[in-house]
T-cell receptor, first 111, second 110 residues
Framework: GQNIDQPTEMTATEGAIVQINCTYQTSGFNGLFWYQQHAGEAPTFLSYNVLDGLEEKGRFSSFLSRSKGYSYLLLKELQMKDSASYLCAVRVNNAGNMLTFGGGTRLMVKP | DTAVSQTPKYLVTQMGNDKSIKCEQNLGHDTMYWYKQDSKKFLKIMFSYNNKELIINETVPNRFSPKSPDKAHLNLHINSLELGDSAVYFC?????????FGPGTRLTVT
């Protein structure tokens, strides 16, 4: 099975930078994903890493280290609308592209 | 609009009943999924399905069964509903990497 850990809650200030960490233990690793979920809504795709390094997409970046079983999501120039849960998910080989999600990190952005 | 849609949005029913949730995607994706999100917001995969293969998460009770009349639809049928089945159920589809989620169905079993 997979074991995925991320902080339960984080708080940050509007305009600041926040880093949300995710560690995982799995065999047959085949990609790490980040999703954003606002309260009462569906998750939406943010990023995908399968090789080591940083993937940048606008204000959001995601980093992966496969040897360390570690990823982070970096959010820059925080806006109030970034208040949401951020879900880390791992995909493994031979599992029909199914994702196993961590418990999510609830981010609160304050003025 | 191109999207993943689910019906109903809310479903309240009694223990022991049988119910279905419908999911449709018009994105042309080959693979569809069902997830359960419990009261603690933990999102858990239930099924992965494309037109060739069904993969079942081994922890899912056999009271749950996916039914796919065609490539664009993956419905979820639940027999003998239990209190613990109360959750939000999300359907999703994928062309490869990213998954596109439907709006969810909030199921309440009383």
């Amino acid at each position: 099975g997979q074991n995925i850990d991320q902080p339960t809650e984080m708080t940050a200030t509007e305009g600041a930078i926040v880093q949300i960490n995710c560690t995982y233990q799995t065999s047959g690793f085949n990609g790490l994903f980040w999703y954003q979920q606002h309260a009462g809504e569906a998750p939406t795709f943010l990023s995908y890493n399968v090789l080591d390094g940083l993937e940048e997409k606008g204000r959001f970046s995601s980093f992966l280290s496969r040897s360390k079983g570690y990823s982070y999501l970096l959010l820059k120039e925080l806006q109030m609308k970034d208040s949401a849960s951020y879900l880390c998910a791992v995909r493994v080989n031979n599992a029909g592209n199914m994702l196993t999600f961590g418990g999510g990190t609830r981010l609160m952005v304050k003025p | 609009d191109t999207a993943v849609s689910q019906t109903p949005k809310y479903l309240v029913t009694q223990m022991g009943n049988d119910k279905s949730i419908k999911c449709e995607q018009n994105l042309g994706h080959d693979t569809m999924y069902w997830y359960k999100q419990d009261s603690k917001k933990f999102l858990k995969i239930m099924f992965s399905y494309n037109n060739k293969e069904l993969i079942i998460n081994e922890t899912v009770p056999n009271r749950f069964s996916p039914k796919s009349p065609d490539k664009a639809h993956l419905n979820l049928h639940i027999n003998s509903l239990e209190l613990g089945d109360s959750a939000v159920y999300f359907c999703a589809s994928s062309p490869g990497h990213e998954q596109y989620f439907g709006p969810g169905t909030r199921l309440t079993v009383t």
